[in-house]
């Protein structure tokens, strides 16, 4: 249960819910697979409505379905499972709301057929994805100020002894000491953890668990217990995401 709340958490996100809502109106305009012909318009938004309405969640269904069987491996295989049973099971829903006796008869292609439309879609939309955010991580490499332009270092970092040239890491907090982690090592200081939070200026990073922050560069892997996840820092850390900060991390394309 506790893994699929998980799954399930941003199927009502805002970006979520606009691709919904977006690929829905598209394929009702433009009628693919030859629905613009042998539908009319009301038709064409409930059958491609219903598509909708019951794919998404059995996309995100086969995604949790995976998840509890495969906690170990590369995440790459993990991502290859889980997109394979994904394909089948949306194909096999698209196969079975088309033979529906409601759309007036019209020609059906064959299951196979459809499974080939969906690998397509399902390849297109993965690569559109990881496009995007390399895109996005170059437009940010590009946009980083040249060794002139070096921004000052955050306020936190004058708070620690021998910090000079240093970069901030992680954050933990216990009681009212925050430990700053950077490359230079690991201070505690007595301070409230919004405080240090605020100190930052700027750096790029994640809240992941009400105790923890990690900068963006210092994340190197995510690692998967069962239902729990981690973070693996360049400094050997290991820091627990929790479920609540979850959503972020996957809007950023790290889990």
Not at 46 to 63: D, E, H, K, M, R
Not at 103 to 118: A, D, I, M, T, Y
Not at 212 to 217: G, S
Request: neutral net charge; hydrophobic residues 45%; contains cysteine.
């Amino acid at each position: 249960m506790t893994i699929l709340k998980e799954t399930f958490a941003t199927v009502l996100s805002p970006v979520c819910l606009t691709i919904w809502v977006v690929a829905t109106v598209v394929a009702v305009v433009a009628g693919p697979f030859g629905t613009y012909s042998a539908l009319s318009s009301g038709e064409r938004l409930a059958y491609w409505g219903l598509i909708s309405l019951t794919s998404v969640p059995l996309g995100y269904g086969c995604v949790a379905i995976v998840n509890m069987f495969w906690t170990q491996g590369k995440p790459l295989t993990r991502d290859i499972l889980r997109s394979g049973f994904a394909i089948v099971v949306i194909t096999a829903d698209v196969w079975l709301i088309s033979n529906m006796s409601v759309w007036g008869g019209q020609h059906v292609p064959s299951f196979g057929l459809f499974l080939s439309f969906v690998t397509l879609i399902a390849f297109a939309a993965t690569m559109t994805k990881y496009l995007t955010l390399a895109a996005l991580s170059g437009l940010s490499a590009q946009e980083e100020p040249k060794p002139d332009e070096t921004p000052d270092p955050p306020r936190l970092l004058q708070r620690l002894p021998q910090a000079e040239g240093s970069s901030v890491l992680h954050l933990s907090v216990q009681d009212h000491l925050v430990e700053v982690n950077t490359c230079a090592g690991s201070h505690s200081v007595r301070m409230r953890f919004r405080d240090a939070l605020g100190e930052l200026d700027g750096v790029e990073g994640y809240r992941v668990h009400r105790s923890h922050w990690v900068a963006h560069a210092a994340i190197s892997g995510v690692e998967r217990e069962n239902a729990r996840v981690f973070l693996q820092l360049t400094n050997g850390n290991r820091i627990p995401v929790s479920r609540n900060y979850r959503p972020e991390l996957e809007e950023a394309g790290i889990l």
